[in-house]
């Protein structure tokens, strides 16, 4: 692998490790030779992950998904069950999982509803997943990264929380929570060696926007043809970015936040 892009030796914290972007995500950190920490709800589906990108690492990427090679890296992978509404899951996960040098704050829950008939439940659902469990999630690991003198902070939020989206309200409120605190800890912790950035995915192809358009047949193709590259994004697109700031290749990069959209949101 070229200089720069290895993370032997480094922790990662993946959350949401269990959906498509996050397992992509992990499959590129071990890739990278990290040990990565498949965190999720889902307990099943993040062993699930954690089985197949621990012995494979990901070298062909296409529109349909990840094509497996056949070698091993150096990387590994294993899978925890984490609850991000609930501080005492949060509190216990990061007692058990030790060092982190690397989080990930992928996870997310969205509930579409128009605002005015929105739920208060929902927006406090939202509130606790999106935006509380990473400020404590954060809170926790932090401490070590600044003893080591290292560390990476990558924060998945949304061009609907940068743009606006029909719809999402409550979620783009906080996931858009995310750039000030990304933005904040960037200036807090640099002199620690930590870097602290957000990315923000477009239409994304996962299973969960599969489901919307089958609920909603031709959705996807409206979608794909308002964007300029005229497709869907992959979760390999997220993912070689969070790779990459991860890396030491992009040790001088923090406090930005950078869309991954196609070019629907153009800065």
Known sequence: M????QLDGRRALVTGGAGGIGAAIC???VAQGAAVI????????AAKVAGEVGVHAPWVVDRGG???SEEPEHGTAEA???????????ESFCRDVGVVDIVVHNAGVSVVEEFVASDPA??????QV???????????LLPGMIERGWGRLVFIASDGARAGSGGEGAY??????????????????AKSGITSNVICPGPTDTPMLRRVDAQNPGLVDKIARGIPLRRLGTPSDVSGLVAYLCSERASYITGQTLSVSGGVTMQ
């Not at 965190?39 to 099943?44: E, G, K, Y």
């Not at 929902?122 to 509130?127: G, P, Q, R």
């Not at 999106?130 to 926790?140: A, F, S």
């Open 122 to 127: 929902h927006w406090d659902l939202m509130w």
């Open 130 to 140: 999106n935006l509380r469990g990473p400020m404590l999630l954060t809170k926790l």
């Open 172 to 189: 783009a409120a906080t996931k858009s929570g995310l750039f000030g605190l990304a933005k904040s800890l960037a200036r807090e912790v």
């Open 2 to 5: 070229t200089a720069g892009w």
């Open 27 to 29: 499959a590129d950190l």
């Open 80 to 90: 925890k069950e984490l609850d991000l509404s609930d501080p005492v899951s949060i």
């Open 66 to 68: 990840v094509a497996w």
């Open 38 to 45: 498949v965190a999720d709800l889902d307990a099943a589906g």
